[in-house]
């Protein structure tokens, strides 16, 4: 298993810590089941999302954290 790690310049709120960040890390975690993005606040340290897509240039909003899914009622 191999990680990598960089840090990117981003003008957002942490939706966890809810304070305006300006810069954010992105972990490289490449395993066996595939390659994960894990973006993480430069603030809190907290884990904002896990993706396998990266995200080369953040959006100045809050969407690309979260990911859509149809709800079932």
Do not use: H
Not at 15 to 36: F, H, Q, Y
């Amino acid at each position: 298993m191999q990680k990598e790690i960089e840090q990117i310049k981003v003008n957002l709120v942490c939706p966890l810590c809810n304070k305006s960040i300006s810069e954010m890390w992105i972990a490289t975690l490449d395993s066996v089941i595939g390659i994960r993005y894990a973006y993480i606040c430069g603030e809190c340290k907290n884990l904002i999302r896990l993706s396998k897509e990266k995200f080369s240039s953040l959006p100045n909003s809050t969407s690309f954290l979260f990911s859509t899914s149809a709800t079932t009622e």
